[in-house]
């Protein structure tokens, strides 16, 4: 691990410090014998790397308290994050130099012209199926030249990420609109305690960004009044009601299949992909873990029954 990886690991032991002492290096080392940080790392490993600390913790300090510790190593993560993506524009910049430029065209992942083309396809199309997928992809290389395969992959990869963007904003849209409605002029305490819980639900944020996000809602409401839901496209409102009609996972994977959605249970080598169980959680968490976790921590007056 080298630069901001590897701050994010010493970092990690710090915070860890306070609750474990002299433990917390064996604790962060455990959990990057597992998962590796480096300078190619993604937020989704560094949210690996937090998952499986999480883990460790819970059996040491209990579900409630290791989450609390979560939240602040996923804050501390995107701080990290944001700083790794700086420093790989700058390594980018310089590789752009006239002897670089012929290496560096050949290695762009895809053409403008294709990346384009996957956008108006995705627009059009929320949740392709799997043999649509296969055939845009083919349908692309012959058109531009190119590995079907490599454009197929970028494709689901476009998709799940923009499931989760979409699901995790529609989310974190329903929970402000739930606490400006019970706190309409919240004091300091109230909109700590609701980014705390927000960071219980494992949803991505930056703290200043969604302090503004609150404020201008706020403001909009005492202007204008509570605005009407955004709408998800109909075919990701339909992948919605799947998840949240259907009591187990495996009920989920056997009806996604069914319905030729294989691609997002699975990672590019085959194999199980947690995207799954992040976009399960977004729309369902457990009801009962967070009463029960944000009743330990005092917060359990931010959840708001739904009228029935």
């Known amino acids: 691990m080298a630069g901001p990886a590897e701050d994010f690991t010493k970092q990690c032991v710090k915070i860890l410090e306070a609750h474990f002492g002299k433990l917390s290096f064996t604790i962060v080392s455990k959990a990057a014998s597992n998962k590796v940080l480096d300078s190619s790392s993604t937020s989704d490993d560094y949210k690996e790397f937090i998952d499986l600390i999480e883990s ?7 579900k409630h308290k290791a989450s609390e510790i979560g939240g602040l190593l996923r804050a501390k993560a995107i701080e990290f994050t ?8 700058k390594v ?5 130099a006239p002897a670089a430029k012929a290496e560096m065209a050949a290695a762009q992942a895809l053409s403008p012209d294709i990346s384009t083309e996957i956008s108006n396809f995705l627009q059009k199309n929320t949740l392709p199926t ?9 349908y692309i290389s012959l058109k531009y030249g190119g590995d079907s395969r490599r454009v197929e992959h970028d494709i689901i990869d476009r998709i799940k990420t923009q499931i989760k963007k979409t699901i995790g904003a529609n989310r974190l849209s329903r929970e402000l609109g739930k606490f400006l409605s019970q706190f309409p002029q919240p004091a300091k305490t ?3 305690d609701f980014i705390r819980y927000i960071g219980f639900l494992k ?10 996000l609150i404020e201008k809602e706020r403001l909009y409401r005492k202007f204008h009044g509570t605005r ?4 998800a496209p109909a ?3 339909q992948f919605i009601s799947i998840i949240q009609s259907t009591p187990d996972k495996e009920g989920i994977k056997d009806t996604m299949t069914k319905q030729h959605l294989g691609y997002l249970l699975r990672d590019e080598s085959g194999n199980s992909d947690e995207s799954l169980s992040e976009i399960v959680n977004l729309i369902s968490p457990a009801e009962s873990d967070m009463k029960e976790m944000l009743d330990g921590y005092g917060l359990k007056h931010l959840i708001k029954k739904d009228a029935k």
Request: glycine share 2%; no cysteine; hydrophobic share 35%.
């Open 130 to 138: 799997e043999e649509d997928i296969a055939d845009y992809a083919k």
């Open 228 to 231: 009407e839901e955004s709408a």
């Open 235 to 237: 075919e990701l409102n």
């Open 82 to 89: 944001e700083r790794q993506k700086i420093q790989s524009a």
């Open 190 to 192: 109230d909109i700590d």
């Open 92 to 96: 980018q910049a310089l590789a752009a």
């Open 56 to 62: 460790n913790i819970s059996s040491l300090a209990g």
């Open 203 to 212: 949803l991505t944020f930056s703290e200043t960004e969604l302090r503004e």
